[in-house]
């Protein structure tokens, strides 16, 4: 499902309801939850697969990361901060991915945040997709994300010419550095003095898209779970939204659920 994100829904319920094996939609999975909560709830009572296309979470590198996270080497997970810098900086259109990979190692449920969005877009208070063409119609933004297990998480976005986005994850005995490009690292012997590794990527036979494909294939064939199921997908929209609301009250905590 490749439409504009408001279109979603509808295509996706129908397949559910339709015959459809498994289904792999675009990003954000919708714009409100009620649409979310349809495609969710048809998915599940008709025993479809229904996998949100947010790529990374089929990158070796961004599964490296949090394979080593969760092996405990470096002490549990305190912080994650992500940049994003382009033109296209759009909370939805493109920030959906980093958000998305905030939650992919935050591994736990939002629970409260506040959130500033770029000037110029007081009167954004609602997401209603133009397909992500305009950078106008979406805004860059910031937050602070504090998720129920005690990780904290900082999302930061900006429409300068300068590219690229990374992620910084904190843990007791080191930090790791990784984005599409490397995976690094960082352990502090001192204040002067930090050492730095890079962490080469294992191989794989798809990643990003493919794997998506792959994966469902895989899935329908002998069982097991997504990597990047429906249900993880609605956080993020749900963060996305709340930032929103944040906004528009004068930058102010909500608490989630919303």
Known sequence: VCTP???????????????????????????TLADTDRMIAAAEANGVL??????????????????LIR????????????NMYSPRSMLFRNG??????????????????FAELEEGFDHFTEYKSDGGHDPKTDPAASAYIHFANGVRAYYNSLKIAMPGSQFELVCDQARLEVSDRELTIIRGHGHTEWGRSTVPAEDAMYTYQLAALAELIQVLEQGGDLI???REARKTLEIMLAMLKSHEL???????PL
């Open 228 to 230: 990047s199921p429906a």
């Open 50 to 67: 229904l996998s949100i296309e947010h790529t990374r979470r089929w990158s070796p590198l961004f599964l490296k990361a949090r394979a």
């Open 71 to 82: 092996s405990g080497a470096f002490g549990p997970l305190r912080s994650i901060t992500a």
């Open 5 to 31: 994100d408001h279109l979603h829904a509808d295509i996706t319920v129908a397949a559910a309801n339709g015959g459809a094996k498994a289904i792999l939609c675009e990003k954000p999975i919708a714009t």
């Open 96 to 113: 959906t991915h980093s958000i998305d990979m905030i939650c992919f190692f935050a591994e736990a449920d939002p629970a409260w945040l």
């Open 250 to 256: 004068g930058n102010v905590r909500v608490n989630l």
